[in-house]
């Protein structure tokens, strides 16, 4: 079983940058393509950026060329470096296998306010 523990969420206000970790268990995750994801408060769990094993990147509209997720297979780490951001990028952001995710880890909180 994959364990997920994600980091680098805070409290900064708009246009603001913070860098997001996800550290994995298991060796399964050099062979997964891995997203990360974002839930709002009253609002569904979002994918907003997807990696392949290969590097391969896609990313939802709200967020394009402003995030960039990255991964070092190495370190069985994927990050997420969100720049510019806004109010409305407010959630718990958590990574995980996409598609067919694993359980959920924690997740780390980001609050954009000013």
């Known amino acids: 079983q994959v364990q997920l523990v994600e980091f680098g969420g805070g409290l900064l206000q708009p246009g603001g940058s913070l860098r997001l970790s996800c550290a994995a268990s298991g060796r399964i995750f050099s062979i997964s393509p891995m997203g990360w994801y974002r839930q709002a408060p009253g609002k569904q769990r979002e994918l907003v950026a997807t990696?392949?094993?290969?590097?391969?990147?896609n990313y939802a509209d709200s967020v394009k060329g402003r995030f960039t997720i990255s991964r070092d297979n190495a370190k069985n780490t994927v990050y997420l470096q969100m720049n510019s951001l806004k109010p409305e990028d407010t959630a718990v952001y958590s990574c995980?296998?996409?598609?067919?995710?694993?359980?959920w880890g924690q997740g780390t909180q980001v609050t954009v306010s000013s």
């Open positions: 990696i392949t094993t290969g590097g391969s990147t």
């Open positions: 995980n296998k996409f598609p067919l995710p694993w359980a």
